[in-house]
């Protein structure tokens, strides 16, 4: 079986292969947290704890939460986070699981960019590049938001993008993006 670099990088093992006495595979993902609605910090934290019960998910680390700005949109200033996890469920099922999440706590998707009380994205699924209708991995746009990459860098500063290469590599170019460590 595959181990996991120790920064918790998936450029080395993002899936765990089964052997013969392996009782199941695991896949390494990154899930991006959002919410600027209500309770955001709140919203947040509770996400991370569902994700911790998720059935078939376990969370191996969180990243600390981070104040931005809207982007393309209006509202409050959103809360972030990025949530790395173990998990054995695929990526469609995992997936649905997120907006299950999502619905238990409200959310409506009313236009593109709406303000929300959670948005929970799948932004990893190991090394996986994924288009279907209903799902793009590596997600479309985390290159291009620090939101994003800020927390995501912060778990796992070797990370590589599937297809885009090392993360760090985009940093730059979000530098202009308001976003603040929440202490």
Do not use: W
Request: proline fraction near 7%; include cysteine; glycine fraction near 8%.
């Amino acid at each position: 079986m595959n181990s996991i670099d120790k920064d918790g990088s998936p450029s080395a093992a993002l899936t765990a292969q089964p052997d013969d006495g392996a009782p199941f595979a695991f896949t390494i993902a990154y899930i991006g947290i959002g919410a600027n609605l209500g309770d955001a910090r709140g919203n947040v934290a509770d996400a991370l704890e569902r994700l911790q019960r998720l059935p078939g998910c376990t969370l191996m680390a969180a990243s600390g939460l981070y104040r931005t700005a809207p982007i393309d949109s209006s509202g409050d200033d959103y809360i972030n986070a990025v949530a790395r996890i173990a998990t054995t469920l695929g990526a469609e099922a995992l997936l649905q699981a997120l907006h299950g999440i999502e619905q238990a706590h409200g959310r409506e998707r009313p236009y593109r960019n709406a303000p929300r009380t959670l948005d929970l994205d799948l932004l990893l699924y190991g090394d996986r590049q994924i288009a279907s209708a209903t799902l793009t991995v590596p997600h479309p746009r985390m290159t291009e938001r620090a939101f994003v990459l800020v927390p995501l860098l912060e778990l796992a500063p070797a990370i590589h993008i599937p297809g885009k290469g090392a993360a760090q590599q985009y940093a730059a170019s979000v530098a202009d993006q308001g976003i603040s460590p929440i202490i």
